[in-house]
């Protein structure tokens, strides 16, 4: 079946520091390919979207390309700030609008 | 104005008892869902319907019982709950239940079962 697979965290960085969250899924066709964010005590919010081969999503400087050779849609942005600490949440759908969740990477910058 | 909202915040009860959820959303979306978080943070899709009809029914025990009065409405009723049920439940909507589409969640509602 589906799934997502995220690198296990925290990831802890220094502000202003580069990030990368990889992301890596399995799927028989062409899904659509999701980063949510979820802040310390919210719910989730799209962070960016993909929703074909080689797209790129983008949103508050981060970055993610949508690599259909590789199965991948890393999460990148080139400056962290404080405000980025959260879990972010890889995601795919194909077919229906059932969401498959990576288990979700905690980001946390310290100034 | 917050677009997807869910009642109660928290939930604390006693093993065995009834409880509801209730989720509503004010963007006009034909689809709505109810996702759970684990301890872990792990997410799990367990309900969808679309215009008050069942579309996705994740193999949830069926103590839990969905229901949706209407299409901005997505209520969780869960009886005899058990220890196992304590997790945070998440409502989300979108557009028309299309893959691609961006799904917009509540806030969440935490359930601690003693």
């Known amino acids: 079946g589906n799934s997502v697979t995220q690198m296990e965290g925290p990831v802890t960085l220094s502000e202003e520091a580069f990030l990368t969250i990889n992301c890596t899924y399995t799927?028989?066709?062409?899904?659509?390919l999701f980063w949510y964010v979820q802040y310390p005590g919210e719910g989730l919010q799209l962070l960016l979207k993909?929703?074909?081969?080689?797209d790129k999503g983008s949103n508050k400087g981060f970055e993610a390309t949508y690599r259909k050779e590789t199965t991948s849609f890393h999460l990148e942005k080139g400056s962290v700030q404080v405000s980025d600490s959260a879990v972010y949440f890889c995601a795919l759908s194909e077919f229906t609008d059932k969401l498959i969740f990576g288990t979700g990477t905690r980001l946390q910058v310290f100034p | 104005d917050t677009a997807v909202s869910q009642t109660p915040k928290y939930l604390v009860t006693q093993m065995g008892n009834d409880k509801s959820i209730k989720c509503e959303q004010n963007l006009g979306h034909d689809t709505m869902y109810w996702y759970k978080q684990d301890s872990k943070k792990f997410l799990k899709i367990m309900f969808s319907?679309?215009?008050?009809?069942?579309?996705i029914n994740e193999t949830v025990p069926n103590r839990f019982s969905p229901k949706s009065p209407d299409k901005a409405h997505l209520n969780l009723h869960i009886n005899s709950l058990e220890l196992g049920d304590s997790a945070v439940y998440f409502c989300?909507?979108?557009?028309?239940?299309?893959?691609?589409?961006?799904?917009?969640f509540g806030p969440g509602t935490r359930l601690l079962v003693l």
């Open positions: 993909a929703t074909k081969a080689d």
């Open positions: 799927a028989t066709g062409y899904p659509s």
């Open positions: 989300a909507s979108s557009q028309e239940g299309r893959g691609w589409e961006t799904q917009y």
């Open positions: 319907y679309n215009n008050k009809e069942l579309i």
